[in-house]
């Protein structure tokens, strides 16, 4: 990835910028190869608002981005639960608001997620 943005959905997945310009950059740059969309990202990104560095509106903005973006490819081993955390973020108004409680508790069981794969693989 170069500093000119080769890469704006892979920049876009992982919140690596300002939002509005990656979101621009998405719908409006070259066609992108697939990206996969992962569990760490979503900690990155619910992270960012639980820290105090985005607002729950963009959030929401991201996940929509994300959700629907044809060439983000959801991590198959986690489907279930990533694709249930996109559309949940993604449509508030269908679920609940999105607020630091919703993103703490969406981390948690992200964590829980990922922890039980550490713990598996020790197995």
């Known amino acids: 990835m170069d500093a000119n943005g080769s890469r704006p959905l892979e920049d876009l997945v992982q919140w690596n910028g300002e939002l509005a310009g990656l979101i621009r950059n998405t719908r409006h740059g070259e066609p992108a190869s697939a990206v996969t969309f992962r569990r760490g990202h ?12 985005a607002s729950p509106d963009q959030l929401i903005d991201w996940a ?3 959700h ?4 983000v490819h959801v991590d198959e081993g986690h489907q279930d639960l990533l694709t249930q955390f996109l ?5 508030p108004e269908l679920f609940e608001p999105v607020t ?24």
């Open 64 to 66: 929509q981005a994300v």
């Open 68 to 71: 629907f973006e044809d060439q």
């Open 42 to 53: 979503a900690v990155a990104a619910a992270e960012r608002v639980t820290t105090g560095l």
């Open 87 to 91: 559309v949940e973020i993604s449509t």
């Open 100 to 123: 630091h409680e919703v993103c703490q508790r969406w981390l948690r069981i992200l964590r829980t997620s990922m922890a039980s794969d550490v713990e598996a693989a020790k197995r």
